[in-house]
């Protein structure tokens, strides 16, 4: 089992206490050296044969949260089957003793061990962008990390490609008293820092698995936007093909625009763990959801905030328009599209 956790009060206590359980209970783990974002876990555990992770995070939500996610073996969020599997036997234990291993003394059996997964994951996303057309265009950047889990690895990837400019990247179990969404009104000050001052300002959620992006002139560009663009960037400039992927709540416009290119769209319920399962079985070249969560074929069947990010870097780097054109250019192609602000 890998362990995981984020910077949030008590996350990495909680990991080791998990590690502890497990161990006791003849289970190898490997945990995190550090706070990473969940889809950092999420590629780290498709890499090696294992029965999946767990993650300490309350992802989006207030400071005074926290909460676990559990990722099965193939790296995609848990369906409701495994969840409810997972609850039944946690009622099934009732007052049951729960066994513990020391830490310390885990390691020296090694039962548990460390992983490092910062470098494998950010050579995973320079394979799947084209860092030269990115550094050719030589872009402005502001990324607001919100105190959260993007904080070392967006710069460390864009830093090289772009004059990048960070906000709020030291962590801060509080967050700089904002809840760590973005969205418009959590990103008042990224737009204000982006106006007129560089082509792109960029953003995370608490653990990273969520996006958030201002055009140049400060104007919040929501997530059916985004998706919009990305899909029409991965068929018209990287030629990718197959199915796409969108949840019930998210904009019919990626169905419009997969049509035009004789590409089949699935519909599933609201949440990711839905949209993950197509990219994985039947090939979606982008699965995407309506709340700021998106994946591509190739990577991991889980949402990505900084893949989705490095992305629309990418196609801005393409395209060289504001994004603003471009929606423009899709509304008379597709359809009127308006810039929606939450």
Do not use: W
């Not at 949260?65 to 409810?84: C, H, M, Q, R, S």
């Not at 030269?132 to 502001?142: D, S």
């Not at 949840?247 to 049509?259: G, K």
């Amino acid at each position: 089992i890998f362990i995981g956790y984020d910077s949030r009060f008590f996350s990495d206590r909680f990991g080791r206490l998990s590690a502890e359980v497990l161990a006791a209970n003849s289970i190898p783990v490997k945990i995190s050296k550090t706070d990473i974002p969940t889809p950092v876990l999420a590629f780290s555990l498709s890499r090696v044969p294992s029965a999946g992770g767990i993650i300490f995070t309350a992802s989006h939500n207030p400071p005074i949260y926290n909460g676990i996610k559990f990722i099965p073996e193939d790296a995609a969020p848990a369906l409701p089957e495994v969840t409810e599997a997972i609850e039944k036997e946690l009622s099934a234990l009732g007052d049951a003793e729960i066994k513990t291993l020391p830490f310390e003394e885990a390691k020296r059996q090694h039962i548990v061990s460390t992983f490092d997964p910062f470098h494998p994951y950010i050579e995973q996303i320079n394979s799947l962008i084209d860092v030269e057309q990115i550094k050719a265009a030589r872009l402005k950047i502001v990324y607001d990390a919100l105190h959260g889990e993007g904080r070392n690895y967006l710069p460390a990837i864009l830093s090289p490609l772009c004059d990048l400019k960070t906000m709020h990247c030291t962590s801060d179990p509080y967050f700089g008293g904002l809840t760590p969404e973005p969205i418009a009104r959590n990103l008042q000050e990224l737009s204000e820092a982006v106006k007129d001052k560089a082509h792109l300002g960029l953003a995370n959620d608490g653990d990273a698995d969520r996006f958030g992006v201002v055009d140049f002139d400060g104007t919040y560009i929501n997530a059916n936007q985004v998706l919009s663009l990305l899909l029409y960037h991965l068929i018209k400039n990287r030629g990718m093909k197959g199915p796409v992927a969108r949840t019930v709540a998210t904009t019919n416009l990626l169905d419009e625009i997969a049509r035009s290119y004789d590409l089949p769209t699935i519909e599933t319920p609201v949440g990711f763990k839905f949209i993950g399962h197509k990219i994985l079985e039947e090939g979606a070249i982008l699965g995407g959801e309506e709340s700021g969560g998106m994946s591509i074929k190739g990577h991991i069947p889980e949402k990505d905030g900084i893949l989705a990010l490095c992305l629309i870097t990418e196609l801005r780097a393409m395209e060289g328009k504001a994004l603003k054109v471009l929606l423009e250019e899709l509304s008379r192609k597709y359809g009127e599209l308006s810039l929606i602000h939450i």
